[in-house]
């Protein structure tokens, strides 16, 4: 298995989809287990996980959003 290089993951890191990066992060734990490569691409995860979360709560908030109205 080759290993991650860091100005590798520099240049093409913020290309790559949650899964992608998530596969990354596991090979390197069975692999190399370098501690600094962990935590990059630890918080590349984080980071895309949490866009994703968002974003799906945004969008149940607007699909369970009603206009009020008003009556007269």
């Given at each position: ?7 590798w993951m520099g240049r093409e890191l913020n290309k790559l989809t949650e ?54």
């Amino acid at each position: 298995m080759k290993q991650i290089h860091w100005r590798w993951m520099g240049r093409e890191l913020n290309k790559l989809t949650e899964l992608q990066v998530k596969r990354l992060l596991f090979m390197e734990l069975d692999g190399a287990k370098r501690r600094h490569i962990v935590i990059r691409l630890h918080q590349r995860y984080c980071i895309l996980r949490t866009q994703r979360e968002r974003a799906a709560y945004l969008r149940e908030l607007e699909l369970a959003h009603t206009p009020p109205t008003t009556s007269r």
